[in-house]
C-alpha cells in the first residue's frame, strides 16, 4: 500500500464554536442553549462551562498562527447562531459579524481554506423557549440565519456544512437529556431529528444561492454497528441500530426516506413528514462529512422500558479516555460502505481524533505517542478508502485545541494543542509535529520513537 496522498487532499483541524469561543455574553452575544445548559448545576461532569474555555474570541489571531506553523490546508470551525442572531431571528449583532470576518480573512490571507458549519448544537436559547428543534419554526429561523451568513460570508467562504451531527443534537439533546437543552422524551428526539433535516435541506438551496462555486455539504456521526454474536436476535439488534445511528440521517438526504426497521416509534416520525418535505431534506449535497470516532458493538437485550433496547457490549480492547474503543479499520469499512451503498459526490472525514489524559512534562513538553498512533492508524484507513476508490477529498483531526467537551466538562483533551485552561496558554503536544510532517510531506511519516 502507497503511504502517499493524492495531489489536493486537504489536511485539515476541526473546532467548534461553543467548545473554544468563551465570551459566552460579550458583544452582543445572546444566550445558547448551551450556555443554560452548562449553568444548570448536575450537568457537567466537572462542573465547568464554556464561558470561557479556549478564549478563542480573544485569541483567534494567536490560533491561526498555529495552524499556519501547522502547515494547514483547511480549518474546520462553526459559527455561533447566537452571536450573530442574539434572539435566533431579526437583529443581527455587527460585532459577531465582524468576529467571523476577521476570521475568515486572516486564515485565506495564510493561505488556510475555511470551512464552515453553522450549527454545532448551540441554539439559541430564544428559539429553545419557543419550543426548540421540536418545532418547525425552529427550521424557518435556521433559514434565517442560513441567509444572513451566507451573504456575509459566502463571497469567501466555499465550503459549507449545514449542521453537524444531528443525530447527538436531536436523540441526546431531546431523547436522553445528556446534552442541551436536556429534554428527555423520543417523540421530542424524533420531531428534532426531522426538524434538523428539514433545516439543513432548506438551506442548501440559500447557501446555493449566496456562495458563487460553493460546496455544501453536512457533517453526521457515522459508526459501523457490528452484532455481539452470529445470533439473529443479534444480528437484528446490529441493524436496528445502524437504523436509528446512521441510516435515518443517510437515507432521507439520499432520497430513501426515512428507514422502517428501527427500535423506534416510526409513526411519529411519519405524523410531522408533511408534503413536500423528504423532496427538500434529499437536496443535492457535494459531500457527507464523516465525523468518525469508534464502532458499536450490540447484543440484544429486551429492556423492559424500552422494547428491543440494544444494549452495547464492551469489550476488552485498546480504548480512549472516552472509552472508546480504538477502531481504525471502522473507518474504511464506513467510506467504502457509503461507495457502495450511496452516490454522494464525495466524503471529507470532518472528524477524527482522541482524547487521552495528556500531561506537561518537566521538560515543559506534551508527549502524546497514543494520539500519534490513533491518528497514524486512521490514516491508513483512510488511504485504504482511497485506493479502493472512495472520493475521499480531505481529513480534519478533531481538534486542533483542547477544548470543553461536552458534559464531560474540561478534562477530555483531544487537541493537537495543549490549553493551560486556568491561563489560556497554548503549548503544541508532539502529535503536532508529527501531524505538521504528516502535511509536509503529504505522506504517513514514521511515528517518533
Ligand atoms: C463529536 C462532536 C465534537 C466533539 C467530538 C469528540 O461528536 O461533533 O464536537 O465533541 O465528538
Redesign the pocket.
Known sequence: MTLRFPKGFLFGA?T?AY?IEGAWNEDGKGESIWDRFAHTPGTIEDGTTGDVACDHVHRWSEDIDWMARLGLDAYRFSISWPRLLPAGSGQTNPAGIAFYDRLVDTLLEKGILPFATLY??DLPQALEDRGGWTERSTAEAFCEYARVVARELGDRVKHWMTL??PF?SAFLGYGDGRHAPGRRSEREALAAAHHHLLAHGRSVPILREHVHDGHVGI?L?LCPVHAASPSDRDQRAASRLDGVLNRTFLDPLADRGYPSDVPYDRSVLDSLVREGDLREIAAPLDFIGV?Y?TRRVVRDETVPERENAPRTVRLRREKTQ?QWEVYPEGLYELLDRLRREYDFPSYYVT?N?A?YPDQIGPDGRVRDPKRISYLRRHLEQSLRALEAGVPLRGYFV??LLDNF??SHGLG?R?GLIYVDFPTAKRIPKASFDWYGATIAQHAIPQEPA
Do not use: K
Request: proline share 0%; no cysteine; hydrophobic share 40%.
Open positions: 476541526a467548534s467548545q454545532h448544537w453537524n451531527e447527538v457533517a456521526n465525523n470516532y472516552m472528524e481524533g482524547a478533531w481538534s467537551e461536552w477530555r483531544f
